[in-house]
């Protein structure tokens, strides 16, 4: 079956950075965009980055342009998100996920899977 395993959250202070990995399993992985979204408590749910699979394009939500950056290994099944310079406003849990469409945004029904998520606490 389908499987999204996270992992690389934790707590963390202003200005550090973390890098999330996600193992997929259970599709073919290189042939689908990939996501990360995320939701703090009492917030939307937030797209923060897509990469297409083969020409390897990308996104990202204007609060984290710059600072993050979304990549994949096709060979290894695995989806990155390497976050910079990480302020209190990105404390959320991510989720990795794969999105319907490339243009899938902010909306739950967007998304065909998910994984568990993986809280980021950013806190002086």
């Known amino acids: 079956q389908v499987q999204l395993v996270e992992s690389g959250g934790g707590l963390v202070k202003p200005g550090d950075s973390l890098r999330l990995s996600c193992a997929a399993s259970?599709?073919?992985?290189?042939?689908?965009?990939m996501s990360w979204v995320r939701q703090a408590p009492g917030k939307e749910l937030e797209r923060v980055s897509v990469?297409?699979?083969?020409?390897?394009?990308?996104e990202y939500a204007d609060s984290v342009k710059g600072r993050f950056t979304i990549s994949r290994d096709d060979d290894k099944n695995t989806l990155y998100l390497q976050m910079n310079n990480l302020e209190p406003e990105d404390t959320a849990v991510y989720y990795c996920?794969?999105?319907?469409?490339?243009?899938?945004?902010?909306?739950?029904?967007?998304?065909?899977?998910w994984g568990q998520g993986t809280q980021v606490t950013v806190s002086s």
């Open positions: 990469i297409d699979s083969f020409d390897g394009r990308t």
């Open positions: 259970g599709f073919s992985f290189r042939s689908y965009a």
């Open positions: 996920t794969k999105p319907l469409t490339f243009y899938s945004r902010n909306n739950r029904n967007e998304y065909e899977y």
